[in-house]
């Protein structure tokens, strides 16, 4: 199974709206009009309006980095799938590591949002991975199949092509700390194999699996050569044009 690749990056809370439409005006420049690799910028909520106004000059994609699982309500400081969907974004990042270790997130939380997304038309990329203890502990791969089962729980097996998710070992993230490619396939090819268990063989053929944590255009090619990393989830390379556009270029290569 063909998957093509994505490259998605991760902004945090990063660049102001002015300096989020400097960014995406160079990313735009630089590989806007290539369809072989799949191209996402996911700014903060206040430059998405902006964002979403470039990128439809472009076949970069646009992605927010959070939502709620509610449709609407009494949630101050919370944005749904609605207004979402309402500025044009087609991925939304759930589950990330710092969301679950800054504010209390937990699988069964992450799969009502999950849930929420893919009822309204938003492509989640669902972020998994084991802490540095956990690693020491042997315990990676227990960690990875229960953050697949818990926070993929009564997923729709019809809406599966528009899973995304990212494998983020969170000793890797921020730290220039990278797996190894031979690292990063183990738990990628583990990861299909539980999805293979809960949706069968032919729908976790479809799945894009992609890797997270210290992602850069050093270490992209050898990454991207595994045959089950799909693609990455840049983060600090993705705030600047070169870097972002260096690992999107390695992509295209490796495609």
């Known amino acids: 199974m063909t998957r093509k690749f994505l490259i998605a990056g991760n902004w945090k ?9 400097d960014l995406i005006n160079e990313i735009n420049t630089s590989v806007g009009d290539q369809t072989g690799v799949q191209v996402c910028v996911c700014p903060p909520f206040t430059s998405l ?68 997304a893919i009822g309204n038309n938003l492509k989640p990329i669902y972020c998994i991975g084991e802490t540095l203890e956990q690693r020491e502990a042997g315990q990676t791969l227990e960690v990875v199949r229960s953050q697949v089962r818990e926070g993929l729980e009564n997923f729709p097996t019809n809406s599966i092509e528009n899973l995304v998710l990212a494998y983020e070992p969170v000793w890797a993230i921020g730290t220039g700390k990278t797996a190894t490619d031979e690292m990063a396939q183990e738990v990628h090819f583990e990861i299909r194999k539980v999805l293979s268990e809960m949706f069968g063989d032919s729908a976790a053929s479809t799945i894009r699996i992609l890797y997270g944590g210290s992602m850069k255009p050093e270490n992209a090619a050898g990454l991207l050569s595994q045959p089950d990393v799909d693609g990455g989830l840049i983060g600090g390379a993705s705030l600047t044009s070169r870097a972002f556009t260096g690992i999107i270029e390695a992509a295209i290569s490796a495609a």
């Open 13 to 21: 809370m990063n660049k102001t709206a002015p300096e989020a439409v």
């Open 49 to 116: 309006s902006k964002a979403s106004e470039l990128v439809e000059q472009s076949e970069v994609l646009l992605g927010a980095q959070n939502m709620n699982a509610s449709q609407s309500g009494a949630y101050t400081g919370e944005i749904s799938a609605e207004m979402l969907r309402d500025l044009y974004v087609s991925f939304v990042i759930l589950g990330h590591s710092e969301r679950r270790e800054y504010y209390g997130e937990t699988n069964e939380t992450v799969n009502k949002k999950i849930l929420s």
